[in-house]
């Protein structure tokens, strides 16, 4: 049991306009007053770093290592970033102008909040997905109205307390609930929403955001495949995905979703994975406080049905089951169809892993290809030109090479998706420029009114003239331009001297 309480209804509409009444108080356009809040979130980390393992354990069993490297680190680093880069970030740029129209005038693009944001976090990892989008925002200048997930109860009750002590609560809310607060807190009008989830709610957010023309990012999941070329040590392949695929239970929307290998490789791959996975977890992962649980009997029942209607001779290591403990080993699918009605469709998201084998690599890219576009595609190769060929004939929203998960934690890189695996991205500079509204601006001078003769009407063919030098340029060639030129003083004479004379 936990103490999470939700929010009460009647208060969900006043909150906003609540926020949105600060906003335009214009108390977050302040840098020092964002810089306060970004390192408020990062005391709130290191304050209370055993609280927040506790609850994560409570939820998934994460350990603390797990916890530290796809939860808290990241959340650190993303703060110290913004921190150091804000006045960077938020300061007007300069544009170089490209008619001859504005040469004199000044223009630029104003980097300012969008106003009031709705982020809705995810369970798997519920801090991480929570707050590194929280702190684009309030980077960016925003308010903000978090919304942690409920299936994630105890780390939502605490991040529940700890963000409106920590932040500032004229500009944060945090709203608690499950599908009727959310439901509500999506018919109010916000100026950007992010979520984070699975594709089927992803479309009732854009259904709900489309009625406001709000903006979203939407960070969801797939299929993400791993292809592994021929002349790749397998070894070294075995232990990289069983760290990333079983990373979390598989309740990572990049997890390794299914393999791709040619198949004179599967034997002794399968191999190496069981024995990547008795090095990492021991004979049996069940005992291991390295090996993580899945989240509800909800997520359990849907991967024991997977398992229940797959072939028990394709189960090459584990299948074993424990509901009463949230337990599933760590499975290994040998054969498997890539067009599996019962495994191929959807996204697994927990610790079953399908083996494909493939012809070549030309085969498993246009396996790649027969499905929707994945939030990361993985390629494992010693050879430039394979990895080269892959990405060239393949879409994904991110590539990882010979390596799994990481290019998540790798802050520098923008994370989104595309189509069915997510729209808009952020991390880092990204993160800023998503809840950034970019206000195009230029300022021209009051002055040289007459000039301004040769785009009022009545039109003629002087006007358009100048028009077209002014707008167009000059042409390339000398002789052209030396006679465009002379045009040019000649139509100036008429349009601004010679009629003002009259």
């Known amino acids: 049991m936990t103490g999470l309480q939700y929010t009460l209804m009647e208060s969900i509409e006043p909150c906003v306009k609540k926020l949105r009444k600060q906003f335009n108080t214009h108390i977050t356009k302040d840098l020092k007053f964002r810089k306060q809040q970004l390192e408020n979130?990062?005391?709130?980390?290191?304050?209370?770093?055993?609280?927040?393992?506790?609850?994560?354990?409570?939820?998934?069993?994460?350990s603390e290592m797990e916890c530290y490297m796809g939860e808290t680190s990241l959340v650190i680093e993303e703060c110290k970033y913004m921190i150091k880069n804000l006045q960077k970030f938020a300061k007007p740029t300069h544009t170089k102008k490209r008619f001859l129209l504005n040469a004199a005038d000044k223009t630029y693009i104003r980097k300012e909040a969008k106003?009031?944001?709705?982020?809705?976090?995810?369970?798997?990892?519920?801090?991480?997905?929570?707050?590194?989008?929280?702190?684009?925002?309030?980077?960016?200048?925003?308010?903000v109205i978090a919304k942690p997930s409920e299936v994630a109860a105890h780390t939502a009750e605490l991040f529940g307390r700890l963000l409106t002590k920590y932040l500032d609560q004229r500009t944060f809310a945090v709203i608690n609930g499950g599908v009727k607060e959310t439901t509500l807190l999506l018919e109010q009008k916000f100026d950007h929403i992010f979520y984070t989830g699975n594709g089927q709610v992803g479309k009732i957010i854009m259904a709900a955001a489309a009625?406001?023309?709000?903006?979203?990012?939407?960070?969801?999941?797939?299929?993400?495949?791993?292809?592994?070329?021929?002349?790749?040590?397998?070894?070294?392949?075995?232990?990289?995905?069983?760290?990333?695929?079983?990373?979390?239970?598989?309740?990572?929307c990049v997890a390794p979703d299914y393999i791709l290998i040619t198949k004179h490789q599967v034997e002794p791959f399968v191999e190496l994975l069981h024995k990547a996975i008795?090095?990492?977890?021991?004979?049996?992962?069940?005992?291991s406080e390295s090996y993580g649980r899945i989240i509800n009997e909800r997520q359990f029942d849907r991967l024991k049905a997977i398992l229940d209607k797959i072939n028990p001779a394709s189960i090459a290591v584990g299948g074993k089951t424990d509901k009463d403990d949230l337990y599933i080993s760590p499975t290994i699918i040998s054969p498997c169809l890539p067009d599996d009605s019962h495994i191929m469709q959807e996204e697994i998201f927990g610790p079953i892993l399908p083996i494909i084998a493939v012809e070549d690599i030309e085969e498993a890219i246009s396996i790649v290809n027969s499905k929707e576009h994945s939030l990361a595609l993985y390629i494992f190769t010693d050879k430039n030109s394979t990895y080269e060929h892959i990405l060239e004939n393949t879409c994904s929203g991110g590539a990882l090479v010979n390596d799994v998960l990481l290019h998540f934690q790798e802050l520098s890189l923008p994370f989104g998706g595309i189509g069915p695996s997510g729209l808009g991205g952020y991390h880092g500079e990204a993160s800023f420029k998503t809840f950034t509204h970019e206000r195009s601006t230029m300022v021209k001078s009051s002055g040289l009114e007459s000039i301004n003769a040769v785009r009022y009407p009545p039109y003629n063919n002087d006007k358009l003239f100048l028009s077209q030098t002014f707008l167009g340029g000059l042409p390339a060639s000398l002789v052209s331009k030396l006679s465009s030129i002379f045009k040019l003083f000649a139509a100036l004479y008429k349009v601004l001297i010679k009629k003002k004379s009259n």
């Open 41 to 62: 979130i990062l005391r709130l980390i290191n304050e209370n770093k055993k609280d927040i393992d506790e609850a994560i354990w409570k939820d998934l069993r994460k």
């Open 278 to 287: 008795v090095k990492f977890y021991g004979e049996d992962p069940q005992k």
């Open 211 to 252: 009625k406001h023309l709000t903006p979203i990012s939407l960070e969801l999941g797939g299929k993400s495949p791993v292809i592994i070329s021929p002349e790749s040590n397998l070894e070294v392949v075995a232990n990289r995905i069983a760290w990333g695929k079983f990373f979390n239970n598989g309740q990572t």
């Open 115 to 143: 106003g009031v944001v709705l982020i809705i976090g995810p369970w798997n990892y519920p801090v991480n997905l929570l707050l590194l989008p929280i702190i684009g925002a309030i980077a960016a200048g925003n308010c």
